[in-house]
């Protein structure tokens, strides 16, 4: 699958960015902007988001196999991979499955570990939308905020919101709502083919986030020896946007180090 990217930068080591659920390489463009004084960036749609392919295949195997051919297409030797939430599960089930094609890896906000479903009425919300009646923006977010309270969390989603010229310029998800509606249990799923990784990895979870507890540490040391684990206080699960000047100080240390 040929993943659609947008790269910055092109000087440094190659940083390769992968988004979780329900977001794309677009939310990591003021991230990247500022990375790109001294790396070079590539930002990654994820099958059944943004502009990458959809499949009605969606798990971590071909998740992590979509980004070995990425890798391979583009001729980009051992980067530093990047994944946040789901994208974090992504580049640890690469890691597993090819240990020796990275350099160091960031995983922000998410454990190698089990999570029960917890998006039920996010997807409800964006069930509910009916794109070939909708108006506006604005109708769309009245609807979800039956479904969910954050201001924020419903403008995340919005950004999925397109005016698609092949269904005459009516407005339709940039994400694949009814597979990930039918997988979404897989993304709370543990690794495959786990075993211990070498290279060093950075965690790096919001002080206001459920995300990474103190028990999951022995399970992380197992998988990755070679770990870090740096905690920004002030910050939920989307760590990057909550506070995104912390966030850049303690990746680009990593990745210089």
């Not at 922000?108 to 999570?115: E, G, N, T, W």
Request: proline letters at 4%.
């Amino acid at each position: 699958m040929k993943l659609y990217c947008r790269k910055t930068g092109e000087s440094g080591s190659s940083i390769v960015i992968l988004h979780g659920i329900f977001g794309s390489s677009d939310n990591w463009l003021t991230i990247g902007k500022v990375l790109a004084e001294q790396f070079t960036v590539y930002m990654l749609d994820q099958r059944n988001h943004g502009q990458s392919p959809r499949s009605e295949v969606f798990n971590y195997e071909a998740m992590a196999a979509d980004l070995k051919e990425f890798l391979d297409e583009n001729a980009i030797e051992n980067p530093i991979l990047v994944g946040h939430s789901m994208g974090g599960k992504v580049v640890m089930q690469f890691a597993m499955n090819y240990p020796d094609a990275f350099a160091k890896m960031v995983v922000v906000d998410i454990a190698p570990k089990f999570y029960p479903v917890h998006h039920s009425m996010i997807l409800q919300g964006l069930a509910a939308v009916n794109l070939k009646n909708l108006k506006s923006r604005t109708e769309a977010n009245e609807i979800l905020k039956r479904f969910e309270e954050s201001e924020g969390v419903r403008q995340f989603l919005l950004k999925n919101l397109w005016r698609n010229p092949e269904k005459n310029n009516e407005f339709d998800w940039r994400i694949n709502v009814p597979v990930i509606t039918k997988n979404i249990d897989v993304v709370g799923h543990e690794l495959e083919n786990e075993h211990s990784v070498s290279q060093p990895v950075l965690f790096i979870r919001g002080a206001e986030s459920h995300y990474i507890q103190p028990e999951d540490e022995r399970k992380i040391w197992e998988l990755f020896p070679n770990y870090e684990l740096e905690s920004i206080e002030g910050a939920g699960h989307w760590v990057q946007a909550d506070k995104p000047q912390e966030f850049i100080e303690v990746l680009s240390r990593f990745v210089k180090a």
